[in-house]
């Protein structure tokens, strides 16, 4: 929008702005809380010009190791060894990655990865059904001609467990090939193949991180809105949306200490989730309009929660020998089986008994070639697996650190049992440990306002992904001045939620952002 000369007041909640962008330091050491690599970064390609048209190409990116996932599958019932599965950049290379593996289910692999190629390229017509006329699109969908254009539905309406059990009956290889589902947030049992295969896609080349850390990247944006005449506010926390009694969106109400602000503009773009953008407005607006944005929240619902934890290490990426990758740690034998009977449990205690069934750890420190710089000497480690919501609902509206005692043990306790499952990979690093924090749900609700401390907005799941939501979740809202971007707009991430944006752009311009992209494209490459 300030690329077309738009003035843009950003209202960010936090104290800090760019969301899961932002980093936090503590006594030596920097985390990264959301962006933990990023795919398709390669030079001249539509996500790399985006978001150097976003920054002025003022955010440098540092490819990760050629081994850029690393999947773990633990052998505890049976005592043997871990077994280790890297995954290298390159299909062909994944691919013979994943043979060499299991060499008895070459045939499958093979027809699985045919499958993800086949699914990602309908992404097109996934894009289109955001962009086009919402009228158009629901007639399309409604008359069923919609399915003679695309095969997207074939894919989006299949969960990746169908496809799994279609392709093989190893438990371990359908551990491998769904690792990454924890990307978005969804099982095999759940998650819509059409995701899966398009984050496959994303990472076929492997991944990158910002140099200087994820920070970087909403410092680099805050100039580009300024340049226009727009500004960037944090601690500005939206409490409605405001209308003018006749359907019409026409600004937002602000908390600015114990008053309310009221700021008009012409148009209201919400990056605050499609959950809270209904709870922000007015029953009248909602009324008095055709809009599927009350449809969309009692179909669909928020996604699971997430557990994180921040592990400062004393010593250098060099002396821990930590390697700019990330790990992906499975513990049990049936994925599914093991994911659902884990977030079941309802007395958070009883985890310190079980086995966590997915970990994904990551070294920041050692994808970034400035940390050492920043922070000589030291090392940090996150980890990531789900967690209930139930688990703390219970301390919801108590105010960020000053939840109580038996909040503090149990989220500890959580943190200690993931550490330890860690360490059993990593046993050099146990006893390298200077700072240890866990983030819960409920840190997620306070610092980025998701309803039940989810990560990746709209569960990411089969309904999601039916060609009616696939119609409903875009910019145009169908309320008058009110658009809707994010990660509820198109699929979760980074890129997901950048490439929204750009939807969301155009809806509110009245021109297609993603033509002009590709015609600088191209520009680019006949001057090469």
């Known amino acids: 929008m300030a690329k077309a000369n738009k003035k843009v007041l950003v209202l960010e909640q936090h104290t800090k702005a760019g969301g899961c962008c932002h980093t936090f330091s503590e006594k ?60 290298h950049a390159g299909r062909e290379t994944i691919l013979q990655n994943l043979i060499d593996a299991f060499p008895d289910e070459e045939k499958g692999i093979r027809k699985f990865l045919n499958l993800v190629k086949d699914a990602s390229s309908t992404s097109l017509a996934f894009a289109l059904l955001k962009l086009l006329p919402y009228r158009f699109c629901r007639f399309l969908v409604s008359s069923g001609l919609i399915h003679r254009f ?26 491998v090939l769904a690792y990454c589902f924890g990307d978005y947030g969804v099982p095999p049992s759940e998650a819509s193949f059409f995701v899966h295969a398009i984050l496959l896609r994303h990472f076929e080349k492997g991944g990158f991180y910002p140099v200087g850390g994820a920070s970087e990247i909403a410092f680099h944006i805050i100039p580009t809105i300024e340049a226009a005449g727009g500004r960037v506010l944090t601690r500005a926390q939206v409490t409605a949306i405001l209308d003018d009694g006749h359907g019409r969106v026409v600004g937002v109400r602000v908390a600015k200490g114990s008053e309310q602000v009221e700021l008009r503009a012409p148009v209201v773009i919400s990056d605050a989730g499609v959950i809270n953008t209904v709870r922000m407005l007015s029953k009248d607006v909602l009324d008095r309009n055709p809009t599927p944005l009350p449809r969309i929240v009692s179909t669909l619902r928020p996604g699971y929660g997430f557990l994180s934890l921040f592990v400062g290490l004393r010593g250098t990426k060099e002396e821990l020998d930590l390697q700019a990758r990330n790990y992906w740690i499975f513990s049990g034998k049936k994925l599914d089986h093991d994911f659902s009977d884990f977030m079941s449990i309802r007395d958070p205690e009883q985890v310190a008994s079980v086995d ?50 038996e909040y503090d043990e149990m989220k500890d306790n959580l943190g200690r049992r993931m550490w330890e499952h860690t360490c ?41 992904f039916s060609p009616q939501a696939i119609v409903d979740m875009r910019p145009d809202t169908q309320i008058p001045g009110l658009f809707l971007t994010g990660q509820d707009v198109f ?38």
């Open 150 to 175: 695309t095969r997207l539905f074939r894919y989006s309406e299949r969960s990746l467990q169908e496809v799994l059990d279609e392709v093989t009956t190893d438990d371990d290889l359908k551990t």
């Open 424 to 464: 059993d990979i990593f046993p050099h690093l146990k006893d390298k440990v200077e700072y240890f924090e866990v983030g819960t749900p409920l840190s997620n609700q306070h610092y980025i306002a998701s309803t039940r401390g989810e990560i990746y907005g709209m569960h990411h799941d089969v309904p999601r």
């Open 356 to 405: 966590v069934p997915m970990l994904f750890v990551s070294f920041p420190s050692a994808k970034d070639p400035t940390f050492e710089q920043r922070y000589p000497g030291n090392s940090c480690c996150t980890v990531v697996t789900f967690a209930p919501w139930e688990w703390f609902e219970a301390w919801k509206d108590a105010p960020v650190n000053k939840r109580g005692v």
């Open 28 to 87: 030596g050491f920097e985390f990264d809380v959301g962006i933990h690599y990023i795919g398709q970064l390669q030079e001249n390609t539509m996500v790399r010009l985006l978001i150097d048209q976003l920054t002025e190409g003022q955010v440098a990116w540092e490819p990760l190791d050629d081994n850029f996932d690393t999947v773990v599958l633990t052998k505890k019932e049976s005592g043997g060894p871990a077994k280790r599965v890297p995954l």
């Open 491 to 528: 699929t979760c991430g980074f890129v997901g939620a950048m490439f929204a944006g750009m939807f969301s752009a155009s809806a509110v311009l009245g021109r297609n952002v993603h033509s002009d992209l590709a015609k600088l494209k191209k520009a680019i490459k006949k001057h090469e």
